[in-house]
């Protein structure tokens, strides 16, 4: 009977061992914040609202002030010849809930496959 504990408790040790190396070897996860596609980001223009930002990106990170202006974050996926490198698509609204200025950045997240 012990054998037989002391093999079972040697399986789930492996079974353990071995999902935690799969683990580290898996691709990273996307920063935080919603991913876009440029052409998503395109159809957003000045003077468009909080309501059409809504439904055409979706919710992603935000920073509101005390002023009533916020800024949306969200993330352009990496070219295929940049693996793993994220642009920035962000989005200011004035108080009343408009966008006022929108600005892209080519790479501003590197993942790595190594951790």
């Known amino acids: 009977m012990n054998a037989l504990l002391h093999m ?6 492996a079974l353990l061992v071995s999902g935690l190396l799969v683990a580290c070897a898996t691709t990273p996860a996307a ?3 919603t991913v876009v596609t440029d052409e998503q980001a ?3 223009q000045p003077g ?3 309501a059409d930002l809504l439904a055409r990106l979706g919710p992603t ?3 509101r002030f005390t002023s009533g202006v916020e800024v949306w974050r969200y993330l352009l996926p990496p070219a295929a010849a ?3 490198a994220y642009g920035e698509y962000v989005v200011v609204l004035d108080a009343q809930g408009r966008v006022i200025k929108t600005r892209r950045a080519a790479v501003v ?3 790595s496959a190594k951790n």
Not at 8 to 13: K, P, S, Y
């Open 8 to 13: 079972t408790r040697l399986a789930l040790a």
């Open 31 to 33: 920063p935080p914040g």
């Open 82 to 84: 940049q693996a793993g």
């Open 42 to 44: 395109a159809q957003v």
């Open 48 to 50: 468009s609202s909080r």
């Open 109 to 111: 997240y590197q993942i």
């Open 61 to 63: 990170t935000s920073i």
